[in-house]
């Protein structure tokens, strides 16, 4: 009778665990969608960029093709920037006045944003006789006197930028005077000794990057390198249906949405069906004012923007992950801007911190780990659901390929282990 009873009920165990293994195996086949959300300019694109790369393989020759104008476009369009914003043009001709001006209009509706168009009202642009923003009595005689090159030849480098419309064509001669201006002009050069403490930036780090390898970019056969796609920037604008994966087994769908302020309305048509949301923050921009709005301070988007991702109801059973990303550019700033210079900061004075993190906080503005154990409280307490949500906060740098790759393999386990919850198999 032992017998004949056991026989059935191992069975029946044995067919329930295989259920629950098939079952198991179903559900970790299936597709994961992710949505990569977050401000301009937090890094999105590039963490985007690394995981290609890392798990989808190098770019199909037409996706290399269209980073290779990003990059041309960000060394012109830069440059640009960098005389409209560093050295001020006093004098022009009706010509050069004109061309100033369809330059600023092109610029304008290329970048479709206000800041650059009051910026321009302020500084101007053309050729002619050339002073230093804020430093007035410096002109293009001077600065040549200092490093001694030719004046003449500074006014046509400047001009033959100025005058070049086309951001994504990259002609030998406009090669050789970004990297003639780049080489003499110390108030370009020396603006990215400032570029990490700027509250309104004209120039970003990987600029001085490109600029450097001018003459390697500039040659005909040119193929953007490993290192040159992580490093362009440019705005993605609208959502855009990356590229599928697989970790280990585990399939991924990965959707990176544009940040600034006018494609977020687009957010809404990709919320459905979303495994997992991946927000990232730039931890650097704490003392940064937004792009769109020299009145808003980037970090403080950051949060409203967070606060309204994470409680949003087609969220209620996501998960979030937060990556605060350029922790490396963060680390770096802390040390000489309080993180009180963020205004939704202006309490870390008055922080009390987790029992387990009091022994290391004896509260310092400027210490790099205790501003991150504040940064990361700040976002993770406006979770209105937290014991039926919990946030997944990363420290990363998209830059450092082997960081990402760690990272999103405990996003990998996050989102399977969290799936086979939901679904009453774990």
């Known amino acids: 009778m032992g017998v004949c009873c ?58 290399a093709s269209l980073l290779k104008e990003h990059i041309y476009s960000q060394i012109t369009s830069q440059m640009k920037d960098a005389l409209k914003h560093f050295v001020v043009v ?19 509706n290329t970048t479709d944003n206000a800041q650059q168009q009051q910026q321009q009202q302020q500084l101007g642009g053309g050729g002619g006789n050339v002073t230093y923003s804020g430093d007035e009595e410096t002109t293009i005689a001077n ?15 400047i001009k033959v930028v100025q005058n070049h419309s086309d951001v994504t064509v990259f002609t030998e001669e406009l090669a050789d005077a970004i990297s003639f201006i780049y080489s003499h002009e110390r108030r370009i050069s020396a603006a990215f000794q400032h ?12 600029t001085a990057y490109f600029w450097s390898e001018i003459s390697r ?4 056969d040119y193929t953007p390198t490993e290192e040159d796609i992580i490093k362009v920037r440019y705005r993605t604008t609208g959502v855009v249906d990356t590229f599928k ?25 990709c919320f459905t069906e979303v495994k997992a949301v991946v927000f990232v923050v730039a931890m650097s921009c704490y003392n940064e004012m937004m792009f769109e709005d020299l009145n808003k301070n980037c970090m403080d988007d950051s949060l409203e923007l967070f606060d309204s991702v994470i409680n949003n109801k087609f ?5 979030i992950i937060l990556f605060l990303n350029k922790r490396d550019l963060f680390e770096e700033k802390i040390s000489k801007i309080a993180i009180t210079a963020c205004p939704k900061f202006g309490d870390f004075m008055q922080f ?25 409280w700040k976002f993770e307490t406006l979770n209105r659901n937290p014991k039926k949500k919990q946030i997944y906060t990363h420290l990363t740098c998209g830059l450092d390929k082997k960081n990402i790759d760690n990272v999103f393999n405990d996003v990998k386990h996050i989102v399977i282990t969290q799936n086979l919850y939901n679904e009453g198999l774990s």
């Not at 300019?41 to 790369?53: D, E, N, P, R």
């Not at 570029?195 to 990987?206: G, P």
């Not at 970019?217 to 005909?220: D, F, G, P, S």
């Not at 494609?263 to 048509?269: L, N, S």
């Open 6 to 63: 056991c026989g059935p009920s191992l069975d029946a165990n044995t067919r329930y665990i295989n259920e629950k293994m098939d079952a198991a195996n179903k559900l970790e086949g299936r597709t994961n969608k992710l949505l990569f959300l977050g401000p301009g300019g937090s890094g999105k694109s590039t963490i985007v960029k690394q995981l290609k790369l890392l798990h989808d393989g190098p770019f199909a020759d037409r996706d």
């Open 90 to 108: 006093n004098t022009q001709s009706d010509a050069s006045r004109a061309q100033s001006s369809s330059d600023a209009a092109l610029l304008a």
């Open 143 to 157: 600065a040549a006197e200092e490093k001694k090159y030719d004046v003449n030849e500074m006014e046509r480098a």
């Open 195 to 206: 570029v990490d403490t700027a509250q309104n930036k004209v120039l970003v780090e990987s």
């Open 217 to 220: 970019i500039k040659q005909a």
């Open 245 to 269: 994966f697989e970790i280990k087994g585990a399939k991924f769908h990965i959707y990176d949405a544009g940040g600034q302020k006018s494609e977020r309305k687009k957010w809404i048509h």
């Open 315 to 319: 969220f209620v059973d996501t998960h």
């Open 352 to 376: 009390k911190p987790a029992q387990k993190e009091q022994e290391v906080f004896n509260p310092d503005p400027n210490n790099y780990e205790q501003a991150t154990i504040f940064m990361r």
